[in-house]
Each structure stands twice: as structure tokens, then as C-alpha cells.
């Protein structure tokens, strides 16, 4: 069965750049203040760029990939003389790319395939990039889904945002929650998996930055981390931040090859600057 392999640009990497692994990425949008214009994520403007507008105060928001790419896109994957997708876009409980890719798939015929990886960024690379792996090494769909769902099911994300009035401006945070949580200097842990369903939820709250991180490591630690697992840091504009996180995540796991990685840009529209996100998933 001839099965196309798709992701969206969630994923964190350009999709010109996933055409060299054989994997189709369908861009996000970003919508600018008043829907005034739409951007196609990574297309249109880089990461930095949407740093930039961040910084400006623009408040935007994000949408699926257009509805129009999506059904040209798999008409295009019919005519190829594909059979089916298999597909791991951002996690259902965060947007609804995958219900669109679920119906287009449908409505021109096309078998569906799909994996919930509970979440986005650099586990939701791995999990398509190993997947078509699987698929060119002459594994099942049923034993590569097997496998990449245990993966993401036993996967890690955290997140320790820094700008809480951004997160309050876009609604992910009541104004009185911002409030106390600047006054009292709170950094809240969110998590992100599947045991908070796919959805942003909060896992702690501390009162130092460094000991958000420090509870983080715990966490790791007390899930038996080991050389089996990746281990990555994502930021938005926080690099200093980041290199604090590596330092005592590196003395936690000295044996693990830890690397710094840009926020994707869907979610640094929602987070804001200087935000820190942590994913850990073990190898397959």
C-alpha cells in the first residue's frame, strides 16, 4: 500500500526542509491583529519575524493550514496513486488541523492514518520523521502506530512561560491569575501530554525560575529518564533562560547530548518572549 506521510508546520521545521525526508508539511497560519492579513507560518516569515511583531505588542492569533491547500493537497496525493495518509499534525487538543486532515482524506477517498502525540514542536517531528522511517523499513501501519503511540503516550512537554500579561491578553489566563502570579512572582509549570488530555494545564507553581527548573529535572528523574530518552529546550527569544535550563539538566543527565532549539512560532504567539519549553521522549 503506497502511503503518504504528513505533518504541519507545527513541527517545528520548515516544509521545504521535511520534502528531504518524504514527508509532507501543510503550513499553520498565523492571523495579525483584526484578521487583517494572514500569514503562512514559516512561509511568509521566519521565526524571528514573528518575534519581532511579539515584541511590538501585536497580539495574533492562530488558524489550520487553509482549508483550500489541505483539499488540493490530498486531491494531488489521490492522483500520485496513493492509497492512504498517515498523518501527526499538532495535537487535537490544541487546534482542529486534525479533523480537517481526518475529512479531506474522506472526501477524496483516501485510507487515514493517524498518531496523538498529546502535543507539538520537536516530539511531533520525531514522531512523523521516525514513522516514515518505519514505513521505508518495511514495518506495518499497525506495528509503526503501536510504536509511535507508546512513544508520545510516554512523552514529556513542559512549559515554564515568563510573559503571564501576554498569556492574560490572549485568553489563556484570567486577568486576577496574572495579577497575583506577578505580584507573588509565580512561575507557573504547565504540562502538556497525555495525562492533561492534549491541553495546556498547570503541573506546579513555583516561585523562582530556577527552582521551576529544578522541579522539572525532579520530574524527569522520578519518571526514569535515562540514555534512552531525548531530551530537548525550546525558547522564544530566551536564550539566556535556555542556558540556564541546559546547565542543570546537563548535570542532571550528563550522559545525554541536550540541544537548544527556537519555540515554534504557533506557539510563541500564544506564550510570548522568553518563554522555555522542555519535551523529553524516549527513543524508538
Partial sequence: MKVAFITDSSCGMHPEEMKK???????????LPNEEKTLLDFVDAPTEKIYEYIKEGMLMSTSIPPLGLIQKTFKEIKNEGYEAVFCIPINPGLSSCFNALRLSAEEVGL????????TTSMLEL?????????????????EIIEKIQKMADDGMTFIIPNDL?????????????ATLAGLLKIKPILKLDKSSDGKIDVFE????????VDRVVKEMQDRGVDESYVIRIAHSDGME?????K???QAAFPNHEIEI???????????GLDCIGFQVFKRI
Wanted: proline share 4%; hydrophobic share 40%; no cysteine.
Fill in 111 to 118: 485510507k487515514f492514518y493517524h498518531v496523538d502525540v498529546h
Fill in 205 to 212: 507553581k513555583i516561585r523562582t525560575y530556577g527552582k521551576a
Fill in 165 to 177: 500579561d501576554h498569556l492574560k491578553k490572549g485568553g489563556r489566563l484570567t486577568p486576577l491569575a
Fill in 126 to 142: 520525531y514522531a512523523i520523521v521516525r514513522a516514515k522511517q518505519l514505513y521505508d523499513e518495511g514495518k506495518s501501519i499497525e
Fill in 247 to 249: 546547565e542543570k539538566l
Fill in 261 to 271: 532549539m527556537p519555540l515554534v512560532s504557533v506557539i510563541s504567539v500564544h506564550t
Fill in 241 to 245: 533562560h535556555a542556558l540556564q535550563a
Fill in 21 to 31: 525526508y518524504g514527508i509532507i508539511s501543510l503550513p499553520l497560519q498565523i492571523v
